[in-house]
């Protein structure tokens, strides 16, 4: 695999050698002995799936104190902009953000560590998106700010009368609002 440092420390892209032949291709999506030379070491727990229609907006979103998760994402079907926002308190990219394209076609990941919000846009007809996780989900430890929250600029890049999302995604809260985190 090869391991791409993004603008925001612990944040990795991760593009794995994908084998083509006629029947079609076989990659590797996880090894831990990699990761853990990346020094990714999480022990992931959980596997989640959704499946999201063109203009689906999810995030941002994270887990909070004993709760907090680092996560592995990546597309099945279609195609969406993927993004990782640092709330980390006192990290030097605290508020910024990274976000990249993943699709079926390009098959990249993204590692996302503790303390991160995210969230991902559907710019595909239908996408199918599973992460990994270190953490069983508590929902009394949701946090989340607005996908469109003015201090974060985020263009996600579809158009604003397309955009669907669900009333958890319209929390109101800041980056003044960020809760401590146990990482």
């Not at 994908?18 to 990659?27: C, E, L, P, S």
Request: include cysteine; aromatic fraction near 14%; hydrophobic fraction near 40%.
């Amino acid at each position: 695999m090869n391991f791409i440092e993004t603008s925001i420390a612990g944040v990795w892209l991760i593009e794995p050698r994908v084998f083509h032949d006629a029947r079609g291709y076989f990659f590797e999506s996880f090894n831990a002995r990699e990761f853990a030379e990346h020094g990714i070491t999480a022990n992931f727990v959980q596997d989640n799936q959704s499946k999201s229609s063109f203009g689906v907006i999810r995030g941002l979103h994270c887990q909070t104190g004993e709760f907090c998760q680092a996560k592995i994402v990546r597309v099945l079907v279609g195609k969406v902009l993927d993004v990782a926002v640092d709330i980390r308190q006192g990290s030097p990219t605290f508020g910024q953000h990274v976000k990249y394209e993943l699709s079926e076609e390009n098959q990249r990941q993204l590692y996302i560590p503790r303390g991160f919000l995210h969230g991902f846009s559907v710019l595909s007809e239908t996408a199918v998106f599973a992460y990994k996780v270190d953490n069983f989900y508590h929902k009394e430890a949701e946090w989340g700010m607005r996908y469109d929250a003015p201090e974060l600029g985020i263009d996600w890049q579809v158009p604003s009368e397309s955009i669907i999302t669900s009333d958890k995604d319209r929390i109101e809260h800041s980056l003044r609002d960020v809760p401590n985190f146990v990482l």
